[in-house]
């Protein structure tokens, strides 16, 4: 199974930069996703990683370490509309037909 | 608009009761998950198909039922419905299930248990 944890809250200032942080344990690895989510709206899909390293796009970029079973979406230039839940998932492998499991999201508050 | 097509967008009904949510996946999707959001919960895992075919199970209850039909849209069926069932009910659909296959989400059955 997966284990993903997240903070569950975040509040940071228009214009400044912030980190998500998301740790996982799992029985099996095969790629970790960012996605966005306003409140009682759909996930839409930020980043996809799946190798070492950072991804970048845009004002968002996303960083993993398969090792250290660590992960984290880095959001720049923070604007009001990027008020919303941020949720890590993991992807499994093939063999456990692919799913993904979802953290419990974390919450984040753009102040002015 | 993710190309993920659910209905209905809200339902309410009793205790007790049967319902059923249809999910239209993005066009060459073969895959579909349904996931189950209870208010400020995250996204619980139901149940996954691939090209008609259950591929994994999650935390669903022996009261729920899904199908993939061969046209790939999907149904979750809810019954003897209970107030701990109000939840969004959101379908999604992939291409496969290989690692880079995004998964896209539509935009959810609020169903609400009177």
């Known amino acids: 199974g997966q284990n993903i944890d997240q903070p569950t809250e975040m509040t940071a200032t228009e214009g400044a930069i912030v980190q998500i942080n998301c740790t996982y344990q799992t029985s099996g690895f095969n790629g970790l996703f960012w996605y966005q989510q306003h409140a009682g709206e759909a996930p839409t899909f930020l980043s996809y990683?799946?190798?070492?390293g950072l991804e970048e796009k845009g004002r968002f970029s996303s960083f993993l370490s398969r090792s250290k079973g660590y992960s984290y979406l880095l959001l720049k230039e923070l604007q009001m509309k990027d008020s919303a839940s941020y949720l890590c998932a993991v992807r499994e492998p093939y063999t456990n037909a692919g799913k993904s499991t979802f953290g419990d999201g974390t919450t984040l508050t753009v102040k002015p | 608009d993710s190309g993920v097509t659910q209905t209905p967008k809200h339902l309410i009904t009793a205790t007790g009761q049967r319902v059923t949510l249809r999910c239209s996946p993005r066009?060459?999707?073969?895959?579909v998950y349904w996931y189950q959001q209870s208010l400020d919960q995250g996204l619980q895992f139901l149940i996954q198909y691939y090209n008609g075919e259950e591929r994994a199970k999650g935390n669903i209850l022996e009261r729920f039922s899904a199908q993939q039909f061969p046209d790939l849209h999907s149904e979750l069926n809810l019954s003897s419905l209970e107030l701990g069932d109000s939840a969004l009910y959101f379908c999604?659909?992939?291409?496969?299930?290989?690692?880079?296959?995004?998964?896209?989400f539509g935009e959810g059955s609020w169903l609400t248990v009177v």
């Open positions: 990683n799946v190798l070492d």
């Open positions: 999604a659909s992939s291409v496969g299930t290989g690692s880079g296959n995004t998964i896209y």
């Open positions: 066009s060459g999707d073969l895959s």
